[in-house]
T-cell receptor, first 111, second 113 residues
Framework: GEDVEQSLFLSVREGDSSVINCTYTDSSSTYLYWYKQEPGAGLQLLTY?????DMKQDQRLTVLLNKKDKHLSLRIADTQTGDSAIYFCAESLEGNTPLVFGKGTRLSVIA | KAGVTQTPRYLIKTRGQQVTLSCSPI?????VSWYQQTPGQGLQFLFE???????NKGNFPGRFSGRQFSNSRSEMNVSTLELGDSALYLCASSAGLGNYEQYFGPGTRLTVT
């Protein structure tokens, strides 16, 4: 079955890099996503990666996928106070099935 | 291009009542999915509609239902509300089947007293 796990909290200093980790159990997952949720808001799609890729970079965001260990990470370079939010990892089979979310990692950025 | 809109943003209902939430997807998007977010259970999938047909359904009781109109707008209905139905209800739209980019609305915060 599908299950996605994330650590609940991460605290970093402004200007440092943040690394948010996620593990998933379904080896059939073909799409893996990172969403950001700010207080009182919906989910913002940050980036996604196909399971046939190892890495994807998009400006300050770098996604790394280790298929063997079923491990996904999101690195935010030069973390800013505006990056403080909850980050959700999600998986989907074949891209047109429901998203299965982790519980979210609350990132706190200290000025 | 306007994003996903959901109405109302906030709602307070009493146990036993029913409620209808509305979602308008991004223009041109034909798929709408609904998710429930609670502190305890996190984000859970409710159902997905494409071209007015329910394609997928999550593990929720029959009190939760939905529909999609010909203009792709979607509504979800919860009957006989329970305290545990208090949650943020999120709607997501995507262009269509097999499209992996789902965009979420701001949600409707439902409080059941």
């Amino acid at each position: 079955g599908e299950d996605v796990e994330q650590s609940l909290f991460l605290s970093v200093r402004e200007g440092d890099s943040s690394v948010i980790n996620c593990t998933y159990t379904d080896s059939s997952s073909t799409y893996l996503y990172w969403y950001k949720q700010e207080p009182g808001a919906g989910l913002q799609l940050l980036t996604y990666i196909f399971s046939n890729m190892d890495m994807k970079q998009d400006q300050r965001l770098t996604v790394l996928l280790n298929k063997k260990d079923k491990h996904l990470s999101l690195r935010i370079a030069d973390t800013q106070t505006g990056d403080s939010a909850i980050y959700f990892c999600a998986e989907s089979l074949e891209g047109n099935t429901p998203l299965v979310f982790g519980k979210g990692t609350r990132l706190s950025v200290i000025a | 291009k306007a994003g996903v809109t959901q109405t109302p943003r906030y709602l307070i209902k009493t146990r036993g009542q029913q409620v209808t939430l509305s979602c308008s997807p991004i223009s041109g998007h034909r798929s709408v999915s609904w998710y429930q977010q609670t502190p305890g259970q996190g984000l859970q999938f409710l159902f997905e509609y494409f071209s007015e047909t329910q394609r997928n359904k999550g593990n929720f009781p029959g009190r939760f239902s939905g529909r999609q109109f010909s203009n792709s707008r979607s509504e979800m209905n919860v009957s006989t509300l329970e305290l545990g139905d208090s949650a943020l209800y999120l709607c997501a739209s995507s262009a269509g089947l097999g499209n992996y980019e789902q965009y979420f609305g701001p949600g409707t915060r439902l409080t059941v007293t």
